[in-house]
């Protein structure tokens, strides 16, 4: 099981940008679907966007052309580059192996995203 390490949040005006990380230690991402969920204040887990180890990605309808997803093989690293951020994009953020969009690894502490209006 591979295990993941997010990172890279913090507090931004509404309009402004994040990069987030997700690292994976003592085993390489290559081989991995790799996906961003999010959990905001009394509401269910989300999911967010999805890397596929052939390349594909998927989004959620809410995020599509704001964020995307990429990943550094070289870096054994996914990324996800948040972009028009708004409120209601605050969450915590955090990363998982995937089947489909569906989580399929353990979650790890998540990384708190906060957009100011």
């Known amino acids: 099981q591979v295990q993941l390490v997010d990172s890279g949040g913090g507090l931004v005006q509404a309009g402004g940008s994040l990069r987030l990380s997700c690292e994976a230690s003592?085993?390489?991402?290559?081989?991995?679907?790799v996906g961003w969920f999010r959990q905001a204040p009394g509401k269910e887990r989300e999911f967010v966007a999805a890397?596929?180890?052939?390349?594909?990605?998927y989004y959620a309808d809410s995020v599509k052309g704001r964020f995307t997803i990429a990943r550094d093989n070289a870096k054994n690293t996914v990324y996800l580059d948040m972009n028009s951020l708004k409120p209601e994009d605050t969450a915590v953020y955090y990363c998982?192996?995937?089947?489909?969009?569906?989580?399929?690894?353990?979650w790890g502490q998540g990384t708190q995203v906060t957009v100011s209006s």
């Open positions: 003592r085993r390489t991402l290559r081989s991995y679907d």
């Open positions: 998982n192996t995937v089947i489909g969009n569906t989580p399929s690894g353990f």
């Open positions: 890397h596929m180890s052939v390349g594909t990605t």
